[in-house]
């Protein structure tokens, strides 16, 4: 068998053919559904008569095929593993096939397949070809009847996209539901749900005062963990209209909870699927982080149905132009519903320590990549996270108004069409008047852009002299690089005054926060009539997706994490003081020599514990100390011992000598209040909660005592998750094993549960994780069949630093096995999961070669296209 080939971008053609209405029906059987489609089909006009009918069709067989009525014989077609080609067809006419599919061996969560007992559907990106023959692509729009046929008893609800227009009884105990969707839409929106759901219903009337129902549908027993998505539902929709001016466009919303999903949901038009971590929430059974995720999640796909529905992509290689606008949308509606600067905060950590891994390892890939050989590897923190970031950018250099009007221009002129990042930003080129022309280049260049900054004061002429530098590495296929255009959003914090100064460059007044922009590769910035020496507070609220260095001293930290007007910088000043501390200790601990506590940063801890405590939200974050992925990200090679052990000095230090104030702070926010998903509460539990972090450092009885009791009152899953996790990451062994026990025998009946009983336990440092991981494969509650169940076990496995990179390659080869095992199962999700291993280089030689080896042992086998990809870039 040949290797798998890449498609280019380079290569797109627009369409020989379009379907301007697809009629479907389903009769649905688990092992054998038959698939009618019924295709109205035109030629391009540019297109010559001859050129061949090649439709995409993947492990279908074909039951028979017919052109206006007439049937093809086998001399019409050829028929392969990819699709089908008809060698002549007519400018215009309706193609008719059926097909049979087997839904309950569909293990890769792709096209129709089984969940719970009931069927689904996950069409994006290529998964429409495995229900029929199609051209698969998101630039061939139709609009869609589908008729699905069901057994009465088995799958009482039959849904598909649009609105319900006829329904009936059939012979035999079966039925069906008719199903319209007026909009034309891509094949990948498609989406079909039968089984035995319960709904909850509710209204939003829009902005023109139309009616819309909603409805979320669910398995009975998780009839009253819809609530919070409910309402965070039609929260979005306000939100959209308010901000967007946008509006629903249909009579019904309908969103399905399932339990086997590859990814967090999916926002096919009218009829979104999601995973059920992604929906479900209850204050007993989800923590406050779930409530907030499935808040992000359900206005993401919501958002969806103007950026990426009502206009989509060309090709998947715009796939950042739906995405990265939507996760911009949908971190700006969770910073205005929540802390803005929280959100910030944990967004960017995340990002910083993720992506920036992403963009530095050997699948590096540019927001718009050139080639991808399969597109499910490329719904990555750079297409969505970094993508929203260049959207964020665009925002902030052409300013909201002019960004609305843009984003106006964008949904009018092109709804209905399958677009290219090009016109978005144009659009927003012509709303502003700017020149995008450099900007673009965020878009084709991959890698994370160093600046490398330098500032002098000059007393006599009281100028401030800001020198950056920029530099992009080199990233697999992209040896050079070009000076990107970066807006850096500043202030100059005067040291006597602790003010921000006003910021006067070459004559112009920018008043005391501005942005300058860095094009060339090297520029001085010149600021005039500064009368105090400042402290540059840089990159305000991470105005570019870059790293920043810049020589602070630890005393200029400190001064910027008490008086830098930022709030998103006063965190940043925290974070860079913690790591110049976390760097002494870890070479430290390499160098054998005794660690020594920075007093500067148990001072800024002390400040922060007994200062005002306004902010709640924002001041759990201060105390949070970088991870040991992000500490990792700025080793040059990582060594997880010395990380782990270092981080862990600064808690327990910092745990001893301020033990008093951690506990105030912990008696001060514990509340009998009943549960409620609000910013306060969230911020309040996340406050106390980190204090029992620093507390239980030290284990010492009365924290212990307090994990015990927490665990014990029951009040909600954010407490009891969190100091059952402390319990169980200490030694005391001895408390934790009956806790757990008593945890899992609980909620045996809850997979959502289950599944942060297995996260909780293997990411404990304790040495016997390896061991514990392969007993809980063998458990009834795990199943590899399930993405959720192999993230939560063996995709926290990975993350647990000091275990999975045990020095006798253990750990590697256990995830190694598993991603073969899965290889076969579900491709896509073994894909992801091998993501850990890639990063070998960043590892000491030993490392290195364990990596490696498992790495070689993988590609031994036979290998999906997924795996294939991810493997070969890594050993490249
Ligand atoms: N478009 C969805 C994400 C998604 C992508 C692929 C999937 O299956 C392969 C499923 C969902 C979103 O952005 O939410
Ligand atoms: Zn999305």
Redesign the pocket.
């Known amino acids: 068998m040949s290797d798998p080939q890449p498609v280019y971008l380079s290569d797109y053609q627009p369409p020989a053919y379009r379907v301007t209405h697809t009629e479907l029906t389903f009769d649905l059987d688990p092992a054998a559904t038959r698939v009618k489609a019924r295709l109205l089909i035109e030629r391009n006009d540019q297109i010559s008569d001859e050129a061949p009918l090649v439709l995409d069709g993947e492990q279908l067989k074909l039951i028979s095929l017919a052109i206006d009525g007439n049937a093809l014989t086998e001399a019409d077609y050829q028929l392969d593993d990819n699709g089908l080609r008809i060698h002549t067809v007519p400018a215009s006419f309706s193609l008719e096939s059926e097909v049979e599919i087997a839904p309950s061996t569909n293990t890769a969560?792709?096209g129709l397949y089984q969940s719970s007992g009931m069927y689904c559907t996950?069409c994006?990106?290529e998964?429409f070809r495995r229900i029929t023959f199609y051209p698969d692509r998101p630039d061939v729009m139709a609009t869609f009847t589908v008729t699905v046929i069901g057994d009465l008893q088995k799958e009482p609800i039959l849904l598909a996209n649009g609105n319900p227009v006829a329904s009936g009884q059939l012979e035999g105990g079966r039925h069906f539901v008719k199903w319209e969707d007026p909009h034309p839409k891509p094949c990948y929106l498609f989406a079909l749900v039968a089984g035995n759901l319960h709904k909850v219903e509710d209204h939003f009337t829009t902005m023109s005062g139309r009616d819309v129902t909603l409805q979320i549908w669910v398995e009975e027993e998780n009839l009253d963990k819809t609530e919070h998505a409910m309402a965070s539902l039609k929260r979005s929709m306000v939100w959209d209209e308010q901000t967007y001016g946008r509006e629903y466009d249909l009579d019904l919303f309908m969103i399905v909870a399932v339990n086997d999903?590859?990814?967090?949901?999916?926002?096919n038009k009218g009829l979104n699927i999601f995973n059920s971590a992604a929906v479900l929430t209850h204050p007993q059974t989800a923590t406050d982080a779930a409530f907030q995720n499935v808040e992000g999640?359900v206005a993401?796909?919501y958002f969806?149905n103007w950026s990426?529905n009502r206009v989509t992509c060309r090709d998947w290689f715009q796939l950042s132009l739906?995405?990265g606008f939507?996760v911009f949308r949908d971190q700006c509606f969770s910073a205005d519903t929540n802390s803005a600067p929280v959100k910030r905060i944990q967004d960017v950590s995340f990002f910083r320590t993720a992506q920036f891994a992403e963009d530095a390892g050997p699948t590096a890939h540019p927001i718009r990549p050139d080639h991808f050989i399969e597109i499910?590897n490329f719904?990555t923190l750079t297409i969505?996270e970094k993508g929203a970031e260049v959207v964020r950018m665009l925002c902030n250099l052409v300013g909201w108004e002019n960004f609305r009007r843009g984003s106006d221009a964008y949904f009018e002129r092109f709804d209905g069409q399958a677009v290219t990042i090009e016109d978005f930003v144009e659009c927003m080129a012509q709303a502003s008047g700017e020149d995008l022309s450099q900007f673009m280049r965020w878009y084709s260049q991959a890698g994370t852009p160093e600046i490398d900054a330098y500032g002098e004061y000059d007393y006599v002429h009281s100028e401030y002299r800001l020198t950056l530098r920029q530099r992009t590495p080199a990233t697999p296929g992209q040896p050079e690089k070009l000076p990107l255009h970066i807006p850096i959003r500043m202030g100059l914090v005067g040291t006597k005054s602790g003010q921000d100064l006003t910021l006067t460059l070459a004559g112009e007044k920018l008043g005391k926060d501005a942005v300058i922009h860095l094009r060339d590769d090297e520029h001085t910035f010149v600021f005039t009539n500064v009368a105090e020496a400042p402290v540059p507070s840089l990159l305000r609220d991470f105005s570019a997706p870059v790293k920043l260095n810049f020589p602070y001293s630890r005393e200029e930290l400190a001064f910027l994490l008490t008086h830098d007007s930022d709030g998103f910088n006063r965190w940043d000043a925290g974070q860079r003081l913690a790591m110049l501390a976390l760097d002494d200790l870890i070479a430290a601990h390499r160098n054998g020599v005794e660690k020594v506590m920075d007093s500067r940063v148990t001072e800024a801890f002390r400040a922060l514990l007994t200062g005002s405590t306004a902010n709640k939200a924002v001041l759990s974050e201060m105390l949070t100390l970088p991870s040991e992925a992000y500490i990792a990200e700025q080793q040059p090679i990582v060594d997880v011992d010395a990380i782990h052990a270092a981080r862990e000095f600064v808690r327990q230090s910092l745990a001893l000598v301020l033990r008093a104030e951690f506990m105030a702070i912990f008696e001060a926010n514990r509340t009998d209040e009943p549960y409620a998903p609000t910013p306060e509460q969230i911020a309040q539990r996340s406050l106390k909660n980190i204090a029992l972090s620093y507390l239980m450092s030290i284990e010492d009885e009365k924290a212990v005592a307090l994990c015990e009791e927490q665990v014990a009152a029951d009040h909600n899953m954010t407490d009891v998750r969190h100091a059952l996790t402390l319990l169980v990451h200490s030694d005391r062994d001895d408390l934790s094993a009956p806790a757990l026990k008593a945890f899992g025998e609980k909620w045996a009946h809850d997979p959502l549960v289950m599944d942060q009983w297995f996260t909780i336990q293997v990411t404990r440092p304790q040495p016997d994780v390896l061991e514990r991981v392969q007993f809980l494969m063998q458990q009834p509650a795990f199943s590899i069949k399930n993405p959720n169940k192999v993230r939560a076990l063996i995709g926290a496995f990975a993350q647990n630093r000091v275990n999975f990179h045990r020095l006798d390659g253990k750990g590697y080869a256990l995830l190694a096995d598993v991603v073969i095992e899965l290889n076969r199962l579900n491709p896509?999700i073994a894909a992801r999961l091998v993501t850990p291993l890639t990063r070998w280089q960043r590892f000491d030689e030993n490392r290195q070669s364990l990596m490696r080896a498992q790495l070689e042992r993988i590609k031994k086998e036979p290998l999906s296209s997924n795996v294939y990809e991810v493997v070969e870039k890594a050993l490249a």
């Open positions: 969560l792709e996950q994006e990106a998964g999903f590859n990814m967090g949901a999916m926002e999640i993401h796909e969806h990426g739906k995405e939507t499910t719904y969505y896509e």
